[in-house]
């Protein structure tokens, strides 16, 4: 698990996830440290849902605004 993981995306983000409950699973981590792993996971993906809710936002907002 050292080398580095791009996770750029909400997509890579998941297989990241994946990567660590499977490590979890087999062993390969700590109880802490699975857990530490999963909470900054937990907080990027907030990051990105927060990113999607304001791109959503402002496509409503343009939509509205043609609309008038």
Same mark, same amino acid.
């Given at each position: 698990?050292?080398?580095? +993981? ?10 990241? #996830?994946?990567?660590? +409950?499977?490590?979890? =699973? =087999?062993?390969? #981590? ?12 937990? +907080? ?25």
């Amino acid at each position: 698990m050292g080398q580095k +993981i791009p996770m750029r995306t909400h997509q890579e983000a998941r297989h990241v #996830l994946t990567r660590f +409950i499977r490590a979890y =699973n =087999n062993g390969e #981590l700590e109880d802490q440290k699975f857990r530490s792993l999963c909470f900054g996971l937990n +907080i990027l993906l907030s990051f990105f849902k927060t990113e999607k809710e304001f791109d959503f936002e402002e496509r409503l907002v343009a939509l509205e605004e043609r609309d008038r």
